[in-house]
Nanobody, 123 residues
Framework: QVQLVESGGGLVQAGGSLRLSCAAS????????MGWFRQAPGREREFVAS????????YYADSVKVRFTISRDNAKNTVDLQMNSLKPEDTAVYYC????????????????WGQGTQVTVSS
């Protein structure tokens, strides 16, 4: 089991960049795939990106491919989400979570959710 805390959110203009970070506590971090999800007001939570426990395999939602990059540092127990070319539709609360299988996109199958960090992209 891991505990997760997200950081790095904020307000940015369209076309700008942000880097989110998720810090994990617990001894099992390197055994888990990690993922980022987001939830905009009035919308369901949606999968954004995930990364395997080794970092060798990454997966992205079509809406963020090319623009976002997920990475992890198992020595530091962190997983980051670099977000470039941000759009107003990227505005949401972003959450990180843990899973054994990085190919699962259903948020209900993920656990150890953090409290989230707000990302707001102005037009």
């Amino acid at each position: 089991q891991v505990q997760l805390v997200e950081s790095g959110g904020g307000l940015v203009q369209a076309g700008g960049s942000l880097r989110l970070s998720c810090a994990a506590s617990g001894r099992d971090f390197s055994n888990y795939a990690m993922g980022w999800f987001r939830q905009a007001p009035g919308r369901e939570r949606e999968f954004v990106a995930s990364i395997s426990w080794s970092g060798r395999h990454t997966y992205y939602a079509d809406s963020v491919k090319v623009r976002f990059t997920i990475s992890r540092d198992n020595a530091k127990n962190t997983v980051d989400l670099q977000m470039n070319s941000l759009k107003p539709e990227d505005t949401a609360v972003y959450y990180c979570a843990a899973q054994r299988d990085p190919t699962i996109v259903a948020g209900s199958e993920w656990g150890s959710w953090g409290q989230g960090t707000q990302v707001t992209v102005s037009s």
